[in-house]
């Protein structure tokens, strides 16, 4: 333990609970980077005893991390745990709500290859059956399409620069978190790191397109993008999508959009308070009825949502579906040639998303992704 201590510095989670976070709703302080950052040096070294480990987690839930606390375990995360692998394409980076899907339709996979199709290249990640919900992820709905998921980093990006989509398995370049997987599926709620784990970022990708549950937090995430150390996104944008996830919804859909420059620029001010780094964030409400879409978000549920997933997903590469499947697949493959700034407006991403849908260049990215 002595050892330990020198190590890591002056702050085991068991004193960083008893005087700083864990003393209650009321008289919970914040913690400062530093103490952050050593907690999640010392979890991710397996220090704690799954106690203390767990009172800690949450601890952090009760009283709610600040962006700077965030910022500090994602910059240990990436330092300590992340494997990057960059590719030569600028890829938009999709880093979805990782507990998955119930009951809807995960869009995000045909919305990435159609988009990969148009000329916009999408990395996408997730785990395996995460907790706490341990639904339907990205992995699970590329599997029952027939791609090969189980992937180094360095297969990963080989993937993007060859079919302009690719997919990073949390396991492999995230060793460190997967490694806190059983601990977690013991707490039986969110953590802390089901946040920071969906901006790992393992392309070092400069756009990155995420989703969140209220607008604050949305403008937390920012925050966090902001003052992270490790972090080198210029643009994000977030969905209040559908379950948590990266996918508009039907009728109304809240959009928080971010811009490095502007937010730099806002902190930077004399009172130097780096909280307000993306307190002047872009949000916006989209409706899909204004593109031509009449749809409810039951129109969109699903019995099983890792097979009827993926073949929504292969029927709409393949032309084969006009309906609201087709649709919210090619809006979501919008937005993400939008986030790259490679098309203007929606209207435009819309008309391109079609298009490579009708040629038959979205279904021969699946194809190439099969054969990778």
């Known amino acids: ?75 240990v995360m990436r330092k300590e745990s992340v494997v990057t692998a960059e590719p030569e394409a600028d890829p938009v980076d999709c880093g979805a709500n990782y507990d998955g899907k119930h009951s809807s339709a995960l869009l995000g996979v045909g919305a990435g290859i159609v988009a990969a199709a148009a000329g916009t290249p999408v990395v996408v990640h997730s785990g395996d059956r995460v907790p706490t919900q341990k639904a339907t992820a990205y992995k699970h709905v590329l599997d029952e399409l027939g791609v090969r998921t189980a992937l180094e980093p360095t297969e990963s990006a080989a993937m993007v620069d060859e079919t302009g989509f690719g997919f990073y398995y949390q396991p492999e370049f995230n060793p460190g978190v997967h490694d806190l997987y059983d601990r977690r599926d013991q707490m039986g709620v969110r953590t802390f790191i089901n946040t920071v784990e ?113 073949s929504i997903t292969e029927a709409v590469l393949a032309g084969e579906r006009d309906d609201q499947f087709a649709d919210a697949i090619a809006l979501n493959a919008a937005f993400r040639m939008y986030a790259r700034r490679d098309v203007d407006t929606l209207e435009a991403g819309l008309e391109r998303a079609r298009s490579v849908i009708a040629d038959g260049n979205a279904e021969a990215v699946l194809e190439e992704l099969r054969a990778f």
């Open 1 to 75: 333990m002595t050892q330990t201590t020198r190590e890591f510095g002056e702050w085991p989670l068991r004193r960083l609970l008893t005087a700083v976070v864990g003393s209650g709703p009321k008289s919970a302080e914040d913690m400062d980077r530093k103490q952050a950052r050593e907690a999640f040096q010392r979890i991710l070294a397996g220090e704690p005893d799954d106690t203390t480990l767990g009172a800690f987690w949450l601890a952090n839930r009760w009283k709610r991390n600040t962006p700077e606390e965030l910022a500090a375990y994602t910059d």
């Open 198 to 310: 969906t901006v790992a970022n393992p392309a070092n990708a400069d756009v990155h397109l995420g989703s969140f549950y209220h607008l604050a937090f949305a403008k937390k995430l920012t925050d966090l993008l902001a003052v992270s150390e490790r972090l080198d996104y210029s643009r994000a944008i977030f969905f209040q999508g559908m379950e948590g996830y990266d996918d508009i919804r039907p009728g109304y859909t809240k959009v928080a959009e971010w811009n490095e420059s502007e937010t730099r620029s806002a902190s930077d001010d004399a009172s130097g308070d780096e909280s307000q780094a993306g307190a002047d964030l872009e949000d916006y409400e989209i409706e899909t009825a204004e593109y031509g879409m009449q749809m409810e978000t039951e129109d969109l549920e699903v019995d099983d949502v890792t097979v009827d997933s993926a």
